[in-house]
């Protein structure tokens, strides 16, 4: 009897644990086809066209791309294995000193000043890269430069026997600010005004691609009569300006880049009465960041610009190729110094200051373990209004 009811319950057993794995096998197939059926889903333009947009992105700045892309078959050439595995090496070697950047971002701008929302950042050129490590929480930047703004690189098959070259461009243009921390004025003249990278928006595309972030939306712009950035439509088809909407990651809150193509000496600027009257509009709270900007704003002829950032800014990061010293009056701001001042390279020495100089010699600048600006031996100043 005890014999009859184990082999019972063993029958039972048995025939649970086989029910158990035919219920698994079930769950897994019908979990299967739910997630074919949700990858069958047609995506809408939108998502198509932002998809396309970081494909891109990923394409020009070495980063492998996923099997459903239409620029996948391009990244498994040979020309492009080597630009990538070279770029990631570089990148490597940035990374490391990045965190410099952001060790000093994290111990000196700090709160109130961490959390404010625009970046002001003249004579930046496509710098985001920069401006992303050393204010990472900023939600606006306003980038200027001379450099046109440019477009969204076509990259499509077609490019396949001249990849080389392109991406050879590629890897030259980005080549300064990885090494040296600026962009040489000259050379962007050529290296951002051919056929593969027009203008400013490929380079910004690829800083962004290379910091993690999901690019959103590229819109070509003008500034209107009123001072307004607003979108290239029908009739008005002349872009001076690029709106970048982007995000820190998926589903993160959508950030924005503007990049506004203008000179900015006065005779020119006084002349622009939109953009006058968009620097008029801009908070009165930005953080502003400058560096290795030619010493412009020591000037006497660039005057709107440097009382637009003294007037504007709650806080001013610059290197001494900036603003010039004299021009910070002690009596509203407050003057923290880094680093090491001697004198400006050979090409800028006509810019010397002896004022910044004594500033270095009678306080105690805090050290810099990092290079930034013109010189090797790099210094900053921040500036708080009072």
């Known amino acids: 009897m005890k014999i009859r009811n184990i082999c019972l319950l063993s029958i039972s057993v048995v025939f649970l644990l086989f029910s158990g794995c035919g219920t698994s096998v079930s769950t897994s197939q019908n979990e299967s086809k739910i997630n074919d059926s949700v990858q069958q889903v047609p995506k809408d333009s939108a998502t198509l066209a932002m998809e396309k947009l970081n494909d891109i992105a990923k394409f020009i700045s070495g980063i492998p791309l996923y099997k459903n892309s239409e ?5 498994q050439t040979p020309e492009w294995i080597d630009y990538s595995e070279e770029s990631q090496t570089a990148w490597n070697r940035f990374d490391s000193v990045a965190l410099k950047y952001k060790a000093f971002s994290k111990s000196e ?10 970046i002001f950042y003249p ?3 496509p710098d985001f890269l920069f401006a992303n490590i050393l204010f990472p929480n900023a939600e606006k930047m306003i980038l200027i430069g001379l450099e046109n703004p440019g477009s969204v690189p076509q990259i499509d098959s ?6 080389d070259k392109v991406l050879a461009l590629y890897n030259k243009s980005i080549e300064d600010v990885i090494q040296l921390s600026f962009f040489r004025t000259i050379d ?15 380079i910004i595309m690829l800083f962004l691609a290379r910091s993690g972030k999901q690019v959103v939306e ?21 872009s001076s300006a690029v709106e970048i909407l982007y995000r820190d990651k998926i589903g993160s809150k959508i950030k924005s880049i503007y990049y506004l193509s203008t000179n900015l000496a006065d005779p020119s600027l006084s002349q622009n009465k939109p953009f006058l009257k968009f620097l008029d509009k801009i908070d009165n709270n930005v953080l502003t ?5 030619t010493y412009l704003m020591h000037k006497s002829y660039f005057s709107i ?10 806080l001013i990061l610059q290197d001494d190729s900036g603003i010039g010293f004299k021009f910070f009056n002690k009596d509203k701001w407050d003057i923290r110094l880094y680093g090491t001042y001697t004198k400006p390279i050979k090409l800028f020495e006509e810019f010397f200051e002896p004022d910044y100089l004594d500033a270095f010699k009678s306080s105690n600048p805090k050290p810099l373990n990092f290079r930034i600006g013109y010189s090797p031996k790099s210094n900053l100043l921040m500036a708080i209004k009072k």
């Open 305 to 314: 610009i440097r009382n637009t950032c003294l007037n504007k800014s709650l």
């Open 71 to 75: 620029l996948y078959d391009l990244s």
């Open 188 to 202: 962007m003249k050529t290296e951002l005004a051919n056929s593969a990278i027009n203008g400013i928006t490929p």
């Open 158 to 163: 077609t490019l396949k026997d001249s990849l």
């Open 109 to 118: 701008i700090t709160a109130p000043y961490d959390t404010l929302k625009t």
């Open 218 to 238: 590229v819109n070509p712009m003008y500034i209107n009569y009123d001072g307004i950035l607003t979108k290239i439509d029908k009739n008005h088809s002349q």
């Open 289 to 293: 960041f400058v560096k290795s900007a």
């Open 123 to 125: 004579f930046s050129g």
